[in-house]
């Protein structure tokens, strides 16, 4: 059974930068693409960044592309979402989500297959 604990959300000030992450207990996370995924109040979830097994072929949000990244250490288990120049509209609780194929990338939460609780990000004005 796959276990996924995420970490490294807070409050930062407009400009700022959070590394979130992403620890995946069990023998599926080097064969699985990983995604990031937000939710903010009131809204539905929305995909943030996805990467394959490998960490080499990667896609994120028109809404991130610039500030966001997306990387994966397979000798730790563990998926990184960099971000950089937050802004308000970044606040949400942010899942990371694995999915037990390498590619195609998913974009859709339905195609994902175990989640993580979801650490906070606030970003104040």
């Known amino acids: 059974q796959v276990q996924m604990v995420e970490s490294g959300g807070g409050l930062v000030q407009a400009g700022e930068s959070l590394r979130l992450s992403c620890k995946v207990s069990g023998r599926a996370f080097s064969t699985s693409s990983m995604g990031w995924f937000r939710q903010a109040p009131g809204k539905e979830r929305e995909f943030v960044a996805a990467?394959?097994?490998?960490?080499?072929?990667?896609t994120l949000a028109d809404a991130v592309k610039g500030r966001f990244s997306i990387s994966r250490d397979n000798r730790d288990n563990t998926v990184f979402l960099q971000m950089n120049n937050l802004t308000p509209e970044d606040t949400a609780l942010y899942f990371c989500?694995?999915?037990?194929?390498?590619?195609?990338?998913?974009?859709?939460?339905?195609?994902?297959?175990?989640w993580g609780q979801g650490t906070q990000v606030t970003v104040s004005s």
């Open positions: 989500a694995l999915r037990r194929r390498s590619f195609p990338l998913a974009q859709m939460w339905t195609s994902y297959d175990a």
């Open positions: 990467t394959d097994s490998t960490g080499y072929r990667r």
